[in-house]
């Protein structure tokens, strides 16, 4: 009993600490973990995945922005870093991988911003290739990551063909079915994801994110 | 500073990681709210009544250009302002902007807060029309009497190719202004001003309208707007300079501030609200500027029906600073109710929240939809509804007190409301024959009717 008390508040504090966007507080919170000898894997689980759901309400309803997403996605990887330390290399669950950016020609970033901080914050490794992205670099860096997931924003009707770009690119290198292409942004609709063989749609952040996680398996 | 200065900055100035610039804003933005003391009174109260907070809120947008400045994109690189220069750029603002020609020659001018004389309309656009539909539209919207100037379209489709790469994007500028200048001849005023509305933000795409004869005049305009996160570009930058020569007027459709983004809470919206449209002046030259402040999240289909008392207030804030210390022409000042689609009975009730505007200094601009949707995210009828609206306003003596009782009694009204799916613009309205269809007339006589009962003189 004694024991239980003592890993539900090292948990307690660890998750504490991500939701209060604590990268050294979060650090010393894992190392905790680590010293007592709770299951790291157990830790993983309900501190750090456990607070994602609590942060994403927090964004969507305002209680909290952008910033405190990546102040809380800091903080995650700084106790991961602790906390995986601790595991045999063989038994670390291998990241998902998400290359995200907005398209060729169009500067808008704030959605895909969004979008990048949340995916992060849910344990996927996010690289972020920025805007105006070349349909060739997503690609490339979807090779080089081993990427499972590649993300493709745009906010301007005009820019939307070069999403299906995207896809065209894979097919014509044979890279189709390694990837899995998820796509979103203002003018980006549920009928055009299916019309350019995108694999799903988010009208929003906080369904781009499920549809992600579905993608690759997670908390299915 | 001359646009030449501001082109070389973007060259010269100092390196940055986009990351740390948009943390070290959120820290800046955190920092400055304390100073000034930006924090909503949390009273209920839609509308600002204390002057030296509108004070310190312009002082604080000041201080946060001088202090980091903003970031070019284009080159990773930040531009910044000594205090002398931003200053000098405020007070260069022009207070009048002339626009279109002949007959249909309008001033765009500064307004007083609680100014009753008429307000200047952009009565729609910045939305996106197929090509099928556009000339009609456009001349719908032209022939709106109250419309001083319209701004353009965005579409996927021209000629029946996609658009699609560079030669495509400038043709498709191309044919914009044409048919916005199609338009507003069909409408019977070919000296109407309109404003390009960038197809891409590319530079060549953004000079290729200019075409004395079929496209964008002297006396036209066209759209730089300003990123959020008080970021700018290269290629909106060389645009300037091409329509600083030709002389067309210059619009910052990023003017508002944000909530929820880098910027922070309400405080650091506010403090982005201040700033940016002084920035689209510093950088680009445009003299005229949307304001106000929204919420970076986009409401979608069934958010609540709601006037959000902190979220009008720091639209006020913003309004009230800008006013009682620049002389920016700005186009803003109104609130929503959550993002209702067009055609449909809860964006009428939405479009009430124009009647703020004349109160808080701002010009008006067209219906316009966040979450826009093909030839379904405005139509001609609530262009007409928001300016009727805003004159009933001022007809009716509507104050800050007024208005903030109004605000109060629509959010009873609209209890349990929730913003509708958008409707296509031929279920709601003939353009042919430039007028509702007998069952969105009869839903816009009912809130009409309704609105009168709470308060407003539509005499």
Redesign the interface.
């Known amino acids: 009993m004694a024991k239980e008390n003592e890993t539900r508040e090292a948990l307690e504090t660890l998750r504490a600490a991500i939701l209060q966007y604590d990268v050294e507080a979060a650090r010393s919170a894992a190392q905790a973990v680590v010293d007592r000898g709770i299951d790291p894997m157990l830790a993983i689980r309900e501190a750090i995945a456990g607070s994602t759901d609590i942060l994403h309400r927090r ?2 309803s ?1 209680e909290c ?3 405190h997403l ?1 102040m809380a996605g800091d903080a995650m990887t700084a106790a991961s870093q602790v906390l995986e330390s601790a595991i045999p290399r063989e038994s670390v669950p291998a990241k998902k991988v998400v290359v995200i950016g907005t398209v060729e ?6 959605g895909k ?2 979008v990048a901080m949340m995916l992060r914050s849910a344990g996927f490794e996010v690289h972020d290739l ?2 105006d992205v070349k349909s060739s670099a997503f690609v490339t860096r979807a090779r080089e990551t081993g990427a499972d997931i590649i993300a493709l924003s745009c906010l ?7 999403q299906r ?1 995207v896809i065209e690119e894979l097919e014509a290198a044979g890279l189709r079915d390694r990837f899995k292409v998820i796509v979103g942004g ?2 980006i ?1 549920r009928e055009w994801a299916s019309h350019i063989g995108a694999d799903g749609y988010g ?3 906080m369904e781009g994110l499920e549809v992600a996680k579905r993608l690759v398996g997670i908390g299915t | 500073m001359s646009l030449l200065d501001i082109a070389e900055r973007t060259q010269k100035g100092p390196k940055m990681d986009e990351n740390a610039w948009n943390m070290g804003l959120f820290r800046k933005m955190n920092e400055l709210t304390e100073k000034y003391q930006l924090v909503y009174p949390d009273d209920g109260s839609f509308f600002n009544m204390d002057d030296d907070l509108a004070d310190r809120a312009f002082q604080a947008g000041i201080e946060l250009l001088v202090d980091t400045g903003v970031y070019c994109i284009s080159t990773g690189r930040v531009i910044r302002f000594s205090r002398q220069e931003v200053m000098d750029a405020i007070r260069a603002m022009p207070a009048e902007v002339r626009v279109g020609e002949g007959k249909d020659a309008r001033v765009l001018k500064k307004r007083r807060l609680g100014e009753r004389e008429a307000l200047n309309f952009r009565s729609g656009h910045h939305a996106p029309w197929s090509e099928e539909f556009a000339p009609l539209v456009i001349k719908n919207f032209a022939q709106i009497p109250s419309c001083d100037y319209l701004e353009g379209i965005n579409f996927a489709v021209v000629d029946g190719r996609e658009i699609h790469g560079m030669p495509m994007e400038v043709y498709a500028a191309r044919r914009e202004a044409a048919w916005l200048r199609e338009g507003v001849r069909k409408a019977g005023r070919p000296g109407l001003a309109i404003a390009y509305y960038p197809i891409s933000t590319r530079a060549p795409v953004m000079i290729a309208p200019i075409d004395q004869e079929a496209g964008l005049r002297s006396t036209d305009g066209v759209l730089l707007s300003v990123l959020p996160d008080m970021k700018v570009e290269q290629d909106y930058v060389a645009a300037a300079i091409v329509y600083e020569e030709r002389g067309c007027f210059k619009v910052n459709g990023g003017g508002g501030g944000f909530v929820g983004g880098f910027a922070g809470g309400l405080g650091g919206g506010i403090i982005g609200g201040v700033a940016r449209p002084i920035v689209g002046f510093l950088v680009y030259r445009d003299e005229i500027s949307y304001a106000g402040v929204g919420r970076m999240q986009a409401t979608v289909p069934g958010a609540k029906m709601r006037f959000d008392p902190g979220m009008c207030w720091g639209v006020s804030v913003v309004c009230q600073a800008l006013n009682r210390n620049t002389n920016i022409v700005y186009f803003g000042g109104s609130v929503g109710a959550a993002d209702p689609g067009s055609g449909t009975e809860t964006r009428l009730w939405s479009l009430v929240g124009n009647m703020a505007a004349p109160i808080n200094g701002g010009n008006l601009s067209g219906p316009r939809q966040h979450r826009a949707q093909m030839n379904a995210s405005q139509n001609p009828l609530e262009a007409e509804w928001l300016y009727e609206v805003a004159t009933a306003s001022m007809r009716s003596g509507i104050d800050r007190a007024m208005a903030s009782d109004l605000l109060r009694k629509l959010n009873e009204r609209l209890e349990g409301r929730v913003a509708e799916e958008t409707v296509h613009i031929t279920q709601c309205y003939d353009l042919v024959n430039h007028k509702p269809l007998p069952d969105y007339e009869k839903t816009y006589l009912k809130v009409k009717e309704e609105v009168a009962r709470l308060g407003l003189d539509f005499r």
């Open positions: 964004f969507d305002g922005y952008l910033p990546v020609a169009d500067l808008h970033s704030v911003n969004i920025g805007v301007m009707t005009t820019t939307r063909p070069y770009e203002g003018p609709t009208a929003d952040a």
